[in-house]
């Protein structure tokens, strides 16, 4: 006769097998969280410290207060009420210049668009974009190395931002 039966004897075995488990299969996952959580934190650390020499940084030289950068004679500054901002930029160890003016206008929206559309088609510009909806419309425009990108949109008042870049000076 058998002390236990059968269904006793698998009970106790399953109950020790729970209680010989190895325990670092219980904290696995705590661990595992801990790991990853660290490596993330390394790695966004050494994300924001990439020097940065490895970039160019531009000379920027502001205009005085009200006054446009000198801007190619043929870009026209459309209904120009007042300067609000102009700056300057150069790269060093590269040739390229850009101007930017951002200016009140005293049209709309949609007729500063408009002209500025026409403008550059009758000077040979190609539209390599454009967007007009809303209180928002902008132009990017290409002529060989020269590139100007005219933002206009609706505050207060029409704001008209227009930015050249030539390549090669």
């Known amino acids: 006769m058998r002390p236990f039966s059968k269904e006793t004897f698998m009970n106790i075995k399953r109950k020790l097998k729970k209680e010989n488990a190895p325990e670092w299969k219980n904290y696995a996952p705590i661990v595992l969280g801990i790991v990853l959580a660290v490596i993330s934190i390394v790695w966004m650390i050494a994300q924001n410290n990439i020097p940065t020499s490895k970039y160019v940084q531009p000379k ?4 005085a207060e009200g006054e446009a950068v000198k801007f190619p004679e043929d870009i026209p500054l459309n209904s120009k009420t007042k300067v609000v901002q102009s700056y300057s930029a150069t790269y ?3 040739s390229a210049l850009q101007v930017t ?23 040979g510009w190609q539209v390599i974009n ?7 419309f ?28 030539n390549k090669s000076k």
């Open 60 to 63: 920027i030289t502001f205009s």
């Open 138 to 165: 902008s132009l990017y425009l290409r002529k060989g190395t020269e590139d100007i990108n005219i933002t206009i949109n609706k505050d207060s008042e029409t704001s008209v931002s227009i930015s050249y870049v």
């Open 101 to 123: 003016t951002v200016f009140a206008s005293s049209v709309s929206v949609q007729e500063s668009y408009d002209f500025y559309k026409n403008w550059a088609l009758a000077n």
């Open 130 to 136: 454009s967007y007009a909806g809303g209180s928002i």
């Open 92 to 94: 060093p160890g590269f």
